[in-house]
């Protein structure tokens, strides 16, 4: 089972993207997802999370009023809708599931399935 991530490109600052992750799992709406980036020659970061029923959402301070993070469980999908983006925004964006349904944001480590990631580029 692999997460899919897509929606990344290239883009100039200001502008908006709409991130996407299809996961093929078949008890999706048990798990807890989670966005998190990681830009040229940083670390890994964490950039938002949802509860497995929508009803919490956890933002980075960094992307706060920016982005918004949401699912469809119908559609076993994620999706992370990215406005005002800034050169900062610049990294390969993953998504990943985790099986912890208590401390809310999930702390990163619990995170134990991960997508390829797709990558934003924003330009000046």
């Known amino acids: 089972v692999q997460l899919q991530a897509s929606g990344g490109g290239l883009v100039q600052a200001g502008d908006s993207l709409r991130l996407s992750c299809v996961a093929p799992?078949?008890?999706?709406?048990?798990?807890?997802m989670g966005w998190f980036r990681q830009a040229p020659g940083k670390e890994r970061e964490f950039v938002a999370a949802i509860s497995r029923t929508s009803s919490r959402t956890a933002y980075a301070d960094a992307v706060k009023g920016r982005f918004s993070i949401s699912r469809d469980n119908a559609k076993t999908t994620i999706y992370l809708q990215m406005n005002d983006l800034k050169l900062e925004d610049t990294a390969i964006y993953f998504c990943?599931?985790?099986?912890?349904?208590?401390?809310?944001?999930?702390?990163?480590?619990?995170?134990?399935?991960w997508g390829r990631g797709t990558l934003v580029t924003v330009s000046s």
């Open positions: 799992l078949r008890t999706f709406g048990s798990y807890g």
């Open positions: 990943a599931r985790t099986r912890n349904l208590g401390t809310f944001p999930p702390p990163a480590a619990t995170y134990d399935l």
